[in-house]
């Protein structure tokens, strides 16, 4: 069983033991073999079977009383990281399989210094047994090396003193950031339309968005994807005509195609809110978000922008009122262009849309 007051506990004593080990490590490294070695103490734990998966160990036991030991163990990784630097890239691979007498004594007489360099920072009673063991995991890396690798130093726990370092006092609270702004993406919901309508919008049509409600919204910023409750804006609620219609006109889809159907989505494409309004969308409060009811709105399908217009509410649901219509075939106007006459339209109906516009799964 974890005990996770004991972590907690570790947790917070972390600062201390990287100040205390890391540049004992670290000194010991320079004086004894050259500097260029980078040291970063990764984890403390209780659990030696985590931390030596996969890895093998030249182990160096150092006693320290009649009944306990303090272990530094370097990984072969770790010792070709550091031969590789000291004697210089070779073909030859350190095995431990294969060490040599010299290799052997050289990597103990390290540990022994490192061990005596950190004996100071021990409390040790001669006769006393030490059953909790820490085992603070370290990687090295060379100026010259292409990857890091470990070297572990386990320690009875109650040999030593550590203390919890508090965090510095906040000189700031959020308060004092309230209104600064951040740019957000607001998605408003989605609806159903056939790729025969889609074709048709025009100016001054309005969407409503059946998947919505004029009470929420989603807030998109960097990875957090949040609903949250917004006070409706009552100036943009439009009359719901229950014996009204659209212009569109019904039953003349012609083709297998334009009668597919597909997803449009509603967006505020990066508004900005506050920090204080973000705030309360953290804190689950309802956001009034009067400032941003100004902004466009984007209908898109399949991520690809089809018209964009004024946000309204009919009958307590989204919707857009459109004031301009993407046309995928119109040309990008060049300078040249510009100086030409226009060509007489052809008369008769212009579809706006290629069918390869969007991307649709057959129903």
């Keep these: 069983m974890i005990n996770s007051v004991f972590f907690d506990e570790l947790y917070k004593q972390f600062a201390w033991y990287d100040s205390v080990f890391t540049p004992v490590v670290k000194n010991c490294s320079s004086e004894f073999f050259f500097d260029g070695f980078e040291y970063k103490l990764a984890s403390i734990s209780t659990n030696m079977n985590v931390l030596s998966q996969n890895d093998t160990f030249f ?13 530094i163990r370097i990984s072969q990784d770790a010792i070709n990281v550091i031969l590789d630097k000291v004697l210089g890239k070779n073909n030859r691979r350190f095995e431990l399989t294969e060490v040599t007498e010299l290799e052997a004594r050289i990597i103990t007489a390290f540990n022994d210094f490192l061990y005596e360099s950190l004996a100071p920072n021990f409390t040790i009673e001669p006769h ?17 090396s292409d990857s890091a690798a470990k ?16 965090p510095k006092e906040a000189r700031f609270e959020d308060k004092d950031f309230a209104s600064s702004p951040v740019e957000v993406n607001l998605l408003l919901g989605t609806t159903v339309f056939p790729v025969a ?19 929420e919204m989603t807030l998109v910023c960097d990875n957090i994807v949040q609903k949250f409750q917004v006070k409706p804006n009552l100036k943009i609620i439009e009359p719901y005509d229950i014996g009204g219609g ?6 003349t889809n012609t083709n297998l195609w334009d009668s597919i159907q597909v997803d449009m989505s509603a967006e505020f494409d990066k508004v900005k809110v506050t920090l204080g309004e973000l705030k309360s969308i953290e804190e689950g ?18 991520g690809k922008l089809v018209a964009s217009g004024e946000l309204v509410i009919i009958n307590d649901r989204f919707g857009v009122r459109i004031e301009k219509v993407n046309d995928s075939k119109q040309p990008q106007e060049t300078p040249q262009a510009q100086h030409q006459e ?10 706006d849309f290629d069918y390869s516009d969007f991307e649709v799964e057959n129903q």
């Design 59 to 71: 182990v160096t036991k150092v006693k320290i009383n009649s009944k306990n030991d303090v272990y």
């Design 151 to 166: 070297f572990i130093i386990s320690v009875p726990k109650d040999i030593l003193s550590p203390k919890d370092i508090n």
């Design 197 to 215: 309508d889609i074709k048709k919008l025009d100016v001054g049509d309005i969407v409503v968005f059946e998947n919505s409600s004029s009470s």
């Design 128 to 144: 006393r047994r030490y059953n909790e063991i820490l085992h603070l995991t370290y990687f090295v890396k060379s100026e010259i």
């Design 342 to 351: 226009e060509a007489p339209q052809a008369e008769g109906p212009q579809e």
């Design 246 to 251: 659209n212009n569109m006109d019904e039953n």
């Design 285 to 302: 409060l309802i956001v009034d978000l009067c400032s941003v009811y100004d902004n466009k709105v984007s209908l898109k399908v399949g």
